[in-house]
């Protein structure tokens, strides 16, 4: 900015004068990723969880963690180690932050249960036992299955118990659905062909 005074027909003075505005910094995100424990994690009550987190951006040096276990409890470090007392489903926070004050923060889903994590499930049973079938009618049913982890859907079936099973074709079993490869963690399969008062035997398998 340049300011000029005028006298009667003469210049007396001329001031310039620069303004400059101050530098803006401004704080980055962090990218931050939970990688342990998997999200919708099964744990039982009271079942040491291991927690850890990555972050990426800023200074990693001087990066400084603060969790959230979502039951009232925190910690202060990478990676802890946390046992959940109640049942229920949770959300764990972490955030991440450096001495500049970029942060970043991530979360993971933690289901707690009475009996600890569940297996996928390989069993043979009758059709009126566990897995539940459902929806049994005289020549069809729909066996229904859970696993902790996403995996695929398949059940082998005949109308004799195979207590073990054998490396060949269905596992030894006479007849098998096609193999469901979407995955998830709660399974339905139909059986339709089935014969009226028969006792069918069966294995769900779930592959991830």
């Not at 069993?123 to 982890?149: F, R, Y």
């Not at 269905?170 to 096609?178: F, K, M, V």
Request: with cysteine; net charge neutral.
């Amino acid at each position: 900015m340049t300011i000029r005074t005028f006298a009667k027909g003469a210049l007396v003075a001329m001031l310039a004068v620069a303004v400059i505005a101050p530098s803006l910094v401004l704080a980055a995100a962090l990218n931050v990723q939970v990688t342990t424990p998997a999200n919708n994690v099964v744990v039982g009550v009271n079942e040491n969880v291991s927690f850890d987190v990555s972050a990426t951006g800023g200074n990693p040096a001087s990066y400084g963690y603060s969790w959230t276990f979502g039951d009232g409890q925190g910690a202060n470090i990478k990676n802890p180690t946390h046992a959940y007392t109640s049942t229920g489903t949770t959300t764990a926070r972490v955030q991440v932050t450096d001495i500049a004050g970029n942060t970043g923060d991530a979360q993971v889903t933690v289901v707690v249960t009475a009996g600890g994590p569940c297996t996928p499930l390989i069993v043979e049973t009758p059709v009126e036992a566990q897995p539940k079938a459902t929806n049994v009618t005289k020549d069809s049913a729909t066996i229904v299955w859970t696993t902790c982890e996403a995996s695929t859907s398949r059940v082998v079936y005949d109308t004799v118990s195979h207590p073990t099973v054998t490396d060949t074709a269905n596992l030894g079993y006479a007849n098998s659905t096609t193999i469901d490869n979407t995955k998830v963690t709660t399974h339905s399969v139909n059986l339709t062909g089935l014969s009226a008062n028969t006792k069918y035997y069966f294995r769900v398998l779930s592959a991830r």
